[in-house]
C-alpha cells in the first residue's frame, strides 16, 4: 500500500534541497549588514531577526512541507515568516523579497491544492500591503510581487505533481491486486473444471466398487481400474495445467535473463522492440532465450552479452551474442535439439554457432502468423 507519509518525506528531502539553494541569496544582505556602516544595534536586530526567519524556513521544510493535509503547525509558522518579513520590510522595502520565501512555504503547505492556494493568495495580499505602505518604487513590484507569485505557484504544481504520483502509485496497487484476485478466481475455475467430474467419477465408481466387492468381484475389480485409470488422467490435466501457469513470458525471461547474467558477472545490453506476440510465439521465443542463457552461462566465459528482439512486418527475430570462448558441442546437446525442433514445428529457424569475431551466436527467427501443430494419430 502506497504510504502517504513516506511520499511527504520526500517531498520535505527535496523541497530541503532546493530551499536551502534559495538561500543562498540571502548571504550577500547577511554579508551587508556584517560589514555596513552605521549603528550597530538596528544591524543586528536585522540579522536576528534574518536568522530567525531562516531557522523557521527550514524548520518547515524538515518537518511540515507537502502533508497530506494542512495542519495547524504550518500555520502558525507561515504566520510568522509573514510577521518577519513585513517587519523587516517596513524598516527596509528591499526585504520584501523575503515573501518569496513565505509563499512558497504556502504553496508546498498541503497537497489540498485549494487550501496551498488560498495561503500563496493571502501571501501575496499581504506582500502587495507592505509595497504599498512602505512605497517600494513601482518598477520594482514585477520582480518582488511576481517572482513570490511563481515560487508559490510553483510549489502548487510540485505538490499536484506528487499528489499525482501517490494515485498513480496507489491505481497500479489496486490494478495489481485485482489481477491477482481474477488470476486466483481464474485458477480455482480451472482447477474445478479440472478435477470435479473426475473427483465425482471417482468417487461414484468407489462406491460402486464397494458395494459389489462380495456380491460382483469381477465387475468391481474393472470399476476398481476405472477409478485407476479416471485418477491418472486427472493427475495428468493438473500437470498440464499447473505447467502451464509456471511457464514465463518473453518479457518475464528478458528480465529475468537480465538478472541472471548480471549476478554471474555478465555485463548485458537488451533491446527489446517486440510488443505483444501471440501465445505459441512468445511461448517459443522465451524457451529459446531461456536455453541460450543458461548456455552462455555454462560455456561461453563471456564478458559481454547481447540479447536483440526485433519485430518485422510478418516475422519475429531473437538474437543473443556473446564475446566467449564459444559453446563447443552445444548444437549436439538436447537443449539445442530440444529448442531445435520447437522452433521448426513452428515454422521457424534456428542459428547457432560460433561468431568470426569471436563468441557464440544464437538466432531464431519466428513466423507471427500461427502455425498448427502437428497432430499424432491416436492409437487404435
Not at 532546493?18 to 560589514?35: K, S
Not at 510577521?83 to 520590510?89: D, E, L, N, V
Not at 501471440?278 to 529459446?288: C, E, G, Y
Amino acid at each position: 500500500m502506497v504510504d502517504m507519509d513516506d511520499y511527504g518525506r520526500r517531498g520535505r528531502r527535496w523541497g530541503l534541497f532546493f530551499a536551502c539553494g534559495y538561500l543562498l541569496y540571502l548571504v550577500p544582505a547577511m554579508y551587508q549588514q556584517l560589514t555596513g556602516r552605521g549603528p550597530i544595534a538596528p544591524r543586528a536586530l536585522v540579522l536576528a531577526a534574518l536568522v530567525l526567519f531562516i531557522a523557521v524556513y527550514v524548520w518547515y521544510w524538515l518537518h511540515h512541507a507537502f502533508d497530506a493535509r494542512l495542519p495547524r503547525q504550518t500555520v502558525v509558522l507561515l504566520i510568522g515568516l509573514c510577521a518577519i518579513a513585513a517587519g523587516m520590510s517596513v524598516h527596509d522595502w528591499g526585504w520584501i523579497a523575503l515573501f518569496t520565501y513565505c509563499t512558497v512555504v504556502a504553496g508546498a503547505s498541503s497537497w489540498e491544492r485549494r487550501s496551498a492556494l488560498a495561503l500563496v493568495v493571502g501571501v501575496l495580499v499581504l506582500a502587495l500591503a507592505v509595497a504599498l505602505s512602505t512605497h517600494a518604487p513601482l518598477d520594482t513590484w514585477p520582480y518582488i510581487l511576481g517572482g513570490a507569485a511563481l515560487g508559490g505557484l510553483s510549489m502548487l504544481g510540485i505538490g499536484y505533481l506528487i499528489e499525482t504520483t501517490v494515485q498513480l502509485r496507489q491505481a497500479r496497487e489496486e490494478v495489481g491486486r485485482l489481477a491477482v484476485a481474477e488470476e486466483r478466481l481464474r485458477f480455482a475455475r480451472d482447477v474445478h473444471d479440472l478435477l470435479g467430474h473426475s473427483l465425482s467419477v471417482i468417487v461414484l465408481k468407489s462406491e460402486l466398487a464397494g458395494r459389489l466387492g462380495d456380491a460382483d468381484p469381477e465387475r468391481a475389480a474393472n470399476e476398481i481400474r476405472d477409478v485407476e485409470r479416471v485418477a491418472r488422467e486427472a493427475l495428468r490435466e493438473v500437470r498440464e495445467a499447473v505447467a502451464g501457469y509456471r511457464q514465463l513470458g518473453l518479457s518475464q525471461e528478458l528480465e529475468s535473463a537480465r538478472a541472471t547474467l548480471g549476478a554471474a558477472g555478465i555485463e548485458t545490453r537488451l533491446q527489446a522492440l517486440a510488443g505483444g506476440l501471440p501465445t505459441p510465439v512468445d511461448s517459443t521465443l522465451a524457451w529459446a532465450l531461456r536455453e541460450g542463457v543458461t548456455n552462455v552461462i555454462r560455456h561461453s566465459r563471456a564478458a559481454h552479452a547481447e540479447i536483440r528482439v526485433v519485430r518485422g512486418d510478418d516475422h519475429v527475430d531473437l538474437e543473443l551474442l556473446d564475446d566467449g570462448v564459444g559453446c563447443e558441442g552445444c548444437d549436439q546437446g538436447n537443449g539445442l535439439r530440444g529448442l531445435r525442433e520447437r522452433v521448426s514445428a513452428r515454422d521457424g529457424t534456428l542459428i547457432a554457432g560460433p561468431r568470426p569475431e569471436g563468441g557464440f551466436r544464437l538466432a531464431v527467427s519466428l513466423p507471427l502468423r500461427e502455425t498448427p501443430m502437428p497432430v499424432r494419430a491416436a492409437a487404435p
